[in-house]
């Protein structure tokens, strides 16, 4: 059997180049490679005779050159003095906001209205089913301008809430709906709110040490808390409640028939949160642990943050250092939007996900004995989210892309500064679009990694 | 044990079937399906109670502003609003739906000429003959329909865009000569020349040969002969409206099928350097928002192509919506190969077949199907993404509302003609949502 047969020597042909499946694949490599080359060689020498018949030259030092325009909305410190290239920075900011709040609403849309749409209460998932099928089927760009022309045209102006007996007024007393956009209370830090703040990012760490320590508890004995810890849970409810009712609670001081019900509805919101926690002991210790400490530190401290108010002056809020936050309405139109185009989305992929676990495993659960929410946190969720998940990272990939559109109705984001008036302002069309696509380019490819890596981590390990 | 002068003393023997009870009253019919599905316990209870008052308040509100106090005929904003002061009370509004009314041809055709407009509607009942073949297996005479969707994108072109046909008929003995190249380099028993591979060579060198050379001439040869022969020519900038967002999304769609497929292909391929082309492609299509793709069809596409070539708008739209579709399509197709067990492959290679008589027998067919939801799915999103071309200047459904409100008659109106559109959007998604679910339930020839 040692015997092996050489292969008879074959003088090489020129037709086994496409026959002959050891040369093949090299030779069509080469030819697809050569008509790439003369391709990519054509585009070039079209570009550089282009760009020579205009006179112009492929240069990045536009970007140090002074913007000279205007931003509407700033996060970092930007005149219109400064260069092109902070101007790029400016809308990358902008971008990259509208995205950041825009995955935390839709995540949070999605998986309500989700979980609803699967809700055995008929009229509850029938109203899901409306939104979803509305939201998805109409064009993202369309509800961006709807939702703006809507902000603009039906919310009251500034000067309406003029006077003694103003024509609107400010929502939960706090939050000014106008014309020009949405003015909300800003955090004043004072001196000493570092402590506070200090103090509530160790209880967090410290939430985090107690629930490790938690889970090897019960992994350990089987109760989810110690006997003690269950006091303080329940413990807790009675307090918890009165804060939240003294929160909500509109005062006296007026006596009209909407203070008695928004007095009505903080005691209402009080004893359900306080009956919610004497339920839910572990949520109860997590929010004593989360929120006892840093309140102690606020009052200890002298109440140091406070909250700027909506402030009228002259015909219009106060915006800027020490006063409400102004968000325009492109912005909330945007935001609104995005949220609610991508949650649509969302919901489809949570009911996707929850449906695909198949249904022995939620009855087995029910079997041994579990409580419904202990079969969805501890059975139907785990294995849910590893399908969720990947579509869920590529459904907030979509929205960052989406948020391209926010050049429709004039909030500027990177497209509305570096690929809008920048290249507008400069000619350098060239430039200008290959750093826009490079920036949405590295987002991209980033969050792509990240859904690689999480598929790789929670692979099903099979053979 | 056999005693039986003892009468029994059983008490009581059931000598027929008691008939079952019917299920209690409160668990049947309409109050059982309210017991069960709106007041379950008190949480959904007071759900569904939150829900029914917010549609009690919700629902009203919308007819009042949508049908019951809407004015449907007015030459204007402030005809409107005088016929709704007359109607409704003083300074009481609902829509007014005159404006979507009044401008209905331009919601349809943008501004195309008003007495060709039955060329864009015959077109778009010749688009339907010619999908329905493709859509729907059962339909009668399915072969010949095929054959005329072949043919339809030519019948589409000279209907919607017109012009002389000499230029595309003299085009045509290009393609005829470069096929009959073909076959005659084919047909020869060299082992060299009579390869696919040459011949596809002398066929395309004739063909572009003819086209470089002899085309031109011979077209404006037999135009100045005979003269223009063909429908009446309508310019690209006149197109808007719904006839833009299908020309649009059915050209790129249909030129994106084949394209995404090639990709999905290269992307699996064994050949390095086929694969790394495709992977570029590919991420860096999906990677960047179509609006910046829209810009490079504005702004830079011109100076990729020779000094001097200037043509339309439309078609570097859909050149760059084709490329950002076929992306995605090629994502979708991946995923129908990567679905497909190894063993149709393995099987595929036992029998002997060449790499495209199995992609073409064997793969396609049921990675196709696979991913054929998908693809749908993928159409209804560029059929919503047309609207991005508004943000470039086109005129279509959206991009059209911005020349209405600057007319004097219509500024101010608000949210109509949005909702006019959005509506319009919703029927077309909702209905090709449902044709994929069609397709999902027929395709599926698993047994669960």
């Not at chain 1, 570096?418 to 200008?432: H, S, V, Y």
Request: include cysteine.
């Amino acid at each position: 059997m040692t015997a092996v047969t050489e292969p008879p020597q074959q003088s090489f042909r020129i037709e086994m180049l496409w026959t002959d499946a050891r040369y093949r694949s090299g030779f069509l490599q080469v030819i697809a490679l050569m008509l790439v080359m003369l391709a990519v060689a054509w585009v070039v020498d079209n570009t550089i005779r282009n760009l020579e018949a205009l006179g112009k030259d492929f240069d990045f030092s536009f970007l140090f050159a002074p913007a000279s325009y205007d931003i509407n909305q700033v996060l970092i410190d930007y005149t219109s003095r400064s260069p092109h290239w902070r101007a790029a920075l400016v809308g990358m900011l902008n971008t990259l906001i509208l995205a950041f709040v825009g995955c935390i609403t839709c995540t949070i849309i999605g998986v309500i209205a989700g979980v609803l749409r699967l809700s055995k209460n008929w009229v509850v998932s029938r109203l899901m089913l409306v939104y979803i099928e509305a939201a998805r089927n109409v064009p993202l760009l369309l509800q961006i301008l709807l939702w703006g022309a809507i902000f603009s045209e039906t919310m009251p102006a500034p000067r309406d809430y003029r006077g003694e007996e103003p024509a609107a007024t400010l929502w939960f007393d706090a939050i000014a709906a106008t014309n020009r956009g949405f003015y909300i209370p800003r955090p004043l830090f004072e001196a000493g709110s570092g402590v506070v703040v200090g103090v509530f990012v160790a209880s967090l760490i410290g939430l985090f040490i107690w629930n490790r320590w938690r889970k090897a508890h019960q992994n350990a004995t089987g109760q989810t808390l110690t006997p003690r810890l269950e006091q303080i849970g329940k413990g807790f409810a009675v307090p918890a409640g009165l804060a939240v009712a003294w929160l909500f609670f509109p005062g006296f001081d007026q006596g009209t028939l909407a203070i008695a019900i928004k007095a009505v509805v903080a005691l209402g919101l009080g004893a359900g949160s306080a009956w919610l926690l004497y339920t839910f002991n572990t949520l109860s210790v997590r929010l004593a642990i989360l929120s006892v400490p840093a309140v102690l530190a606020f009052f200890v401290m002298g109440s140091p943050i406070t909250l700027a108010y909506p402030e009228l002056r002259g015909f219009n809020f106060l915006d800027g250092e020490g006063q409400a936050i102004y968000l325009r309405n492109s912005f909330m139109a945007l935001w609104l939007a995005l949220s609610l185009y991508t949650g649509a989305f969302v919901a489809e992929i949570v009911r996707g996900g929850i449906l695909a676990v198949s249904k022995g495993q939620s009855e087995a659960a029910a079997a041994l004995g579990l409580r419904p929410n202990l079969i969805m946190s501890l059975v139907i969720l785990p294995q849910a989210l590893r399908i969720i998940i990947p579509p869920q990272i590529s459904q907030f990939l979509n929205l960052t892309k989406n948020t391209s559109l926010a050049i429709a109705i004039g909030y500027m984001d990177v497209t509305g500064t570096l690929g809008g008036i920048t290249m507008n302002q400069t000619g350098r069309e060239m430039e200008c679009m290959l750093l826009l696509m490079a920036f949405y380019l590295v987002i991209s490819l980033t969050i792509s990694a990240v859904i690689n890596a999480y598929n790789e981590r929670v692979k099903l390990k099979e053979r | 044990m056999t005693d039986t002068s003892v009468p029994r003393q059983t008490a009581f023997v059931a000598e027929k079937m008691i008939e079952a009870s019917p299920p209690p009253a409160n668990s049947v019919g309409v109050i059982g399906w309210v017991r069960a599905n709106l007041f379950p316990d008190v949480l959904n209870g007071a759900l569904t109670l939150l829900c029914v008052a917010f549609l009690v308040w919700l629902l009203p509100e919308l007819y009042h502003w949508a049908f019951a106090g809407a004015v449907w005929q007015a030459g204007s904003l402030s005809e409107c609003r005088e016929i709704m002061n007359a109607t409704l009370g003083e300074g009481q509004r609902a829509a007014c739906w005159a404006v979507v009314n009044e401008r209905f041809n331009q919601f349809m055709f943008g501004y195309y000429p008003a007495e060709l407009r039955w060329r864009p509607v015959l077109a778009f009942v010749l688009l339907i003959a010619a999908l329905g073949p493709v859509l729907f297996t059962w339909l009668p005479y399915r072969r010949q329909g095929l054959l005329f969707t072949l043919a339809y994108p030519v019948i589409g072109y000279y209907l919607l865009w017109g012009g002389s046909i000499w230029p595309f008929a003299t085009f045509l003995i290009g393609v005829g000569a470069g096929v009959a190249a073909f076959r005659y380099v084919f047909a020869q028993e060299h082992p060299v020349f009579g390869s696919v591979g040459v011949a596809l060579l002398a066929g395309i060198a004739v063909a572009a040969l003819y086209w470089n050379v002899l085309w031109g001439p011979i077209s404006d040869g037999i135009e100045g002969a005979l003269g223009p022969l063909g429908p009446e020519s309508v310019a690209s900038d006149r197109f808007g409206g719904l006839l833009l967002t299908v020309v649009l999304g059915v050209t790129s769609l249909s030129a994106a099928l084949p394209l995404g497929i090639l990709l999905a292909l290269g992307r699996q391929s064994k050949l390095l350097f086929i694969r790394m082309i495709s992977v570029v492609f590919i991420e860096f299509v999906r990677g960047v928002p179509l609006i910046t793709l829209l810009f490079v069809a504005t702004t830079l596409l011109g100076y990729f192509l020779p000094p001097g070539s200037n043509f339309d708008l439309i078609l570097r739209v859909i050149i760059m919506s084709t490329f950002f579709a076929a992306a995605y399509i090629a994502e979708a197709i991946r995923g129908g190969l990567a679905a497909l067990p190894k063993g149709q492959y393995e099987a595929a290679d036992a029998l002997g077949l060449t790499y495209w008589q199995a992609t073409r027998k064997i793969v396609l067919p049921q990675a196709l199907k696979i991913s054929i939801p998908s693809i749908v799915n993928i159409f209804i999103g560029l059929f919503k993404d047309t609207t991005l071309v508004s943000i470039i200047g086109l005129a279509d459904p959206l991009g059209i509302i911005q020349p209405i409100l600057a007319t004097p008659q219509w500024n101010g109106i608000v949210a109509e003609m949005y909702v006019f559109v959005a509506l319009l959007f919703f029927c077309f998604c909702f209905a090709m949502s449902r044709y994929s679910m069609y397709l999902e339930r027929r395709l599926k020839t698993d047994h669960r």
